[in-house]
């Protein structure tokens, strides 16, 4: 079983529906993170946080660290919003990045 | 743009062979993460250097090397190259230093990647 467990595997919605994104950890963690990766490839840190909730534009991240579980949040979805979103868990005590498999995103106008 | 840089975007070798990826950090990053993406795998960490010392080591072959030099760049080494080992290689920087103090943690961030394509 994996550290990270990312859910669903792949979404397909509408534009302007409500994303909700789930990640489960096994592991304790000083921090989770968001990343997203676009086609071409690159990767975007989206959110890195430890307790509680962050809000970036039509971007929301919460984390409830006693159930081990973060939500990764998008409102008002846009087909730019295509991505793959990554979760992924920095252990306690190192600083590497543990990754979920990903979640392929697809909106559709 | 994160500020972290990769040469080269495109990499194509043939199997048993040698190639070296190269990163330059963020300015005033002192750390520098190397990760592999791959198609089976995912991404997995391979490796993190801090101010020119290696911190941690993930899952790097023994066929793959890595140095940070005193200007704070770092090289990926892969030698012997085989057809599993093409994948997308990322570099990363964070601020730094790694530490037993959670909250000193600093995010990272990601280069653009080297395609590596072993035929």
Known sequence: ??????????LTAQEGEFITINCSYSVG???????????????????????GKKKHGRLIATINIQ????????????????????????PQGAQKLV???????TINP | DSGVTQTPKHLITATGQRVTLRCSPRSGDLSVYWYQQSLDQGLQFLIQYYNGEERA???ILERFSAQQFPDLHSELNLSSLELGDSALYFCASSVGPPSRDLSSYNEQFFGPGTRLTVL
């Open chain 1, 99 to 105: 990754f979920g498999q990903g979640t392929r995103l």
């Open chain 1, 1 to 10: 079983k994996n550290e990270v467990e990312q859910s669903p595997q792949n």
């Open chain 1, 29 to 51: 963690i000083s921090a989770l993170h968001w990343l997203q990766q676009h086609p071409g490839g690159g990767i975007v840190s989206l959110f890195m946080l430890s307790s």
């Open chain 1, 67 to 90: 159930e081990k579980h973060s939500s990764l949040h998008i409102t008002a979805s846009h087909p730019r919003d295509s991505a793959v979103y990554i979760c992924a868990a920095t």
């Open chain 2, 57 to 59: 080591k993930g899952n």
